[in-house]
């Protein structure tokens, strides 16, 4: 599967975005999705994860509460609605994709698309 982040900007303290992540392939409904970010400098964090059909969920203590994974197997794609954004949340988001089960480690993931600049001014 291929996939390919999109929906980052520029948006000040207490906004929004909305990610999404398209994948290519027949068979995206079969996939665990997550979205990580990396902040310059740092390494690099899991903030949520979304079963294959959307029935589990788990998010990073530090986005819980603002951040909502989900997805449309129909149109391939994985959300990630991000609210009260926070400098903090300053990163390279990214999407990546697995079969074997819900997961918050990035190893576990074998398919990763581009990432997707999220910067959140003060």
């Known amino acids: 599967v291929q996939l390919q982040a999109s929906g980052g900007g520029l948006v000040q303290a207490g906004g929004s975005l909305r990610l999404s992540c398209a994948a290519s392939?027949?068979?995206?409904?079969?996939?665990?999705m997550g979205w990580s970010r990396q902040a310059p400098g740092k390494e690099r964090d899991f903030v949520a994860a979304i079963s294959w059909n959307g029935g589990s969920t788990y998010y990073a203590d530090s986005v819980k509460g603002r951040f909502t994974i989900s997805r449309d197997n129909a149109k391939n794609t994985v959300y990630l609605q991000m609210n009260s954004l926070r400098p903090e949340d300053t990163a390279v988001y990214s999407c990546?994709?697995?079969?074997?089960?819900?997961?918050?480690?990035?190893?576990?993931?074998?398919?990763w698309g581009q990432g997707t600049l999220v910067t959140v001014s003060s």
């Open positions: 392939g027949r068979t995206f409904s079969s996939y665990d």
């Open positions: 990546a994709a697995h079969l074997r089960g819900l997961s918050m480690k990035s190893s576990s993931y074998d398919y």
